[in-house]
């Protein structure tokens, strides 16, 4: 299973980085907002500084709505850097957007994926990745990991090679629930990536082990 991390905060991109289990990033515009990174050339900038801290997948959402204004702001930032990924939405002309960019050979991530119907299409325009946001669908008592369960199944059925990005995740057991269902991807903070090395008795073993050391060496 590939770990990306969902956030355009620097530091935190380093700090997974350097643990060296980072395959990509995905971003947003909010999360771009977060970090005060506004305005089209800083937006640019920003992918630019992700791209060489990470040597991975990095997602950058297109603004438009419209085809064109996809196209025209896909193309551009698929220039930017070899490992960019463009990030579309789930919308008709997202749809159009996605198969254009499969002919052209520039790979996509169809994003804001609620349903496994939204997800077939997805596969069947030509999109790199998918992205199931699992805890926005759980914060409307709804089963976030049931979604991934499905768009499972449907691209076994058929063998489609577009990879579950399992996003808006949200906590470690999502990511281990993600992982026995058999996503591609997930993309969550990096406390949810930590959070998988956390168990007390590592903690209490490696205590015990040092005193005892402590002990024969003093
Ligand atoms: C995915 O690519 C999105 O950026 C993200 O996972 C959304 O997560 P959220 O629901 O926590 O905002």
Redesign the pocket.
């Known amino acids: 299973m590939k770990f990306f991390i ?1 956030t355009a905060n620097l530091e935190q991109i380093k700090e997974a980085e350097a643990l060296g289990i980072l395959d990509g990033v ?3 515009p ?2 771009m907002a977060k970090e005060g990174i506004t305005g089209e050339d800083n937006i640019i900038n920003h992918y630019k500084k992700i791209c060489d801290i990470v040597d991975g997948d990095v ?1 950058a959402e297109v603004i438009s709505t419209d085809y064109e204004g996809m196209i025209k702001e896909g193309e551009a930032l698929a220039d930017l850097h070899p490992n960019i990924v463009v ?1 579309v939405p789930m919308i008709k002309e997202g749809i159009k957007a996605i198969k254009y960019f499969s002919t052209k050979g520039i790979r996509t ?1 169809c ?1 804001l994926v609620f349903s496994v119907g939204q997800a077939l299409l997805a596969a069947k325009a030509g999109a790199t990745y998918v ?1 199931p ?1 699992i ?2 669908l759980d914060d409307i008592s709804t089963d976030g990991l049931h979604l991934i369960e499905e768009i499972r199944l449907v691209y076994d059925n058929y063998d489609y090679e577009t990879q579950i ?1 399992a ?4 906590h470690t057991m999502h990511i281990i629930e993600c992982a026995k269902i058999g996503s591609d991807v997930i ?2 903070p990096l406390s949810a990536i930590e959070g998988l090395m956390k168990h007390p008795l590592t903690d209490s073993g490696l205590a015990t082990f040092l005193a005892d050391y402590a002990k024969g060496n003093s």
């Open positions: 969902d995905t971003t947003n909010s999360l997602s990030k991530n994003t992205s946001f805890g926005r990005l996003a808006s995740v949200r993309t969550g």
